[in-house]
């Protein structure tokens, strides 16, 4: 680049930008890991759930939340909250009788 002149600017430039978006989908790839290898202890947990620390622990002691445990020590994978929180859907009574009409159907065969 000591050879930079009036010239070359466009092409210096052009490569400059590359470099600049080849950056920058790297550190966005680099985040999404991150996000996605989060633990969370259990005050962290019951913050990003929205729930007390007592709530948090009766749902852990019943299974119904995914939880990792080393030793006396509770960890959340921030991924699995999130997967855990989107499969709460309510299914409506007429879903739930096309799921039943289609399980008994396929069962009949």
């Known amino acids: 680049m000591s050879n930079l002149n009036f010239e070359s600017l466009p092409q210096v430039v052009h490569e400059l930008s590359v470099k600049i978006d080849n ?10 890991r991150e996000d996605q290898n989060d633990l969370l ?3 962290e947990a019951a913050k ?8 948090l622990y ?22 699995e909250l999130t997967d855990y929180i ?13 799921q039943t009409d289609n399980f008994l159907s396929n069962s009949k065969k």
Request: charged content about 30%.
């Open 23 to 32: 950056f920058a989908l790297l550190l966005k790839s680099t985040t999404q």
């Open 41 to 43: 202890n259990t005050k």
């Open 48 to 55: 990003f759930l929205n729930l007390s620390v007592p709530t």
């Open 86 to 98: 989107k499969s709460g859907k309510v299914f409506s009574d007429e879903e739930i009788d096309e």
């Open 58 to 79: 009766s749902k852990v002691s019943k299974k119904e939340i995914p939880h990792m445990k080393r030793g006396k020590r509770l960890y959340f994978s921030k991924l």
